[in-house]
């Protein structure tokens, strides 16, 4: 048995992903106890999400701030007065200041729609789809200052089908992402994979070389 890491959730629109994720916690099978869903937008449909399953919300509106290091520096105060483990960015769609990356270097995780390190950025399905990709996905990464560039621990990789649009894979692709984020989660909260000192990531007591595979279509073994 293992004690509930604490952990706190950001984010800044439809929540499917935090909805899994809150899904896979009341079903036993995450091992985190979720403290709070903090969105930097009021009208974030997560944040309905997070309050049905009777969840803490708090939002801090970056309209609010003049600048990015005193929107992060409100940011992190109300993060840091739940005492998370782990901080989970699930679609939060700011870029963080180096001061706030580091502050929770090695406890801060990202979920991106593209095999990293292929498509940083926005738009990442109609530029697989452009650039004629036969295999695409998402990616769980430890967030550093280097925008979606920091180390992978898990994927999924997908097929794109001849008649894919932009619209029809991203819909193929957040499937995956439902069961690639809690596994991600799971194997951190069992602390079975960290982020060492030098910046790589350990898995299992092992050096993780190349970012795990998380087969599609099957069911997370958390
Ligand atoms: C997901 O595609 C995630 O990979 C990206 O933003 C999107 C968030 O979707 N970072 P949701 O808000 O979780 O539905």
């Keep these: 048995m293992y004690t509930p890491l604490p952990v706190v959730i950001l984010i800044s629109g439809r929540g499917s992903n935090l909805q899994a994720i809150i899904d896979r ?10 403290r709070a869903v903090i969105s930097n937008r009021p009208d974030a449909a997560g944040l309905e999400h997070a309050s049905l399953s009777g969840l803490e919300t708090r939002v801090i509106d970056h309209t609010d701030y003049a600048d990015r290091e005193t929107f992060d520096q409100a940011l992190q105060a109300c993060i840091d007065s739940y005492m998370p483990g782990l901080v989970v960015l699930a679609g939060f769609m700011r870029i963080l200041t180096p001061g706030f990356v580091h502050h929770y270097q090695g406890r801060l995780l990202n979920i991106h729609p593209s095999l990293l390190p292929e498509f940083p950025g926005l738009n990442t399905h109609q530029r697989a789809i452009d650039a004629g990709k036969r295999e695409h996905g998402a990616s769980v990464h430890f967030v550093t200052e280097d925008i979606d560039g920091g180390p992978v621990l898990l994927q999924v990789s997908i097929p794109v089908r001849e008649d894919d649009d932009a619209a029809t894979l991203a ?45 599609a279509g099957t069911d997370a073994a958390c």
Excluded: N
């Design 171 to 215: 819909a193929r692709v957040l499937r995956e992402e439902h069961r690639l984020y809690p596994q991600a989660i799971c194997w951190f909260a069992e602390k079975r994979i960290f982020l060492d000192e030098s910046g790589h990531i350990r898995m299992d007591g092992k050096l993780l070389d190349q970012p795990a595979l998380l087969p």
């Design 25 to 34: 916690t009341g079903s036993g099978e995450l091992p985190i106890e979720i």
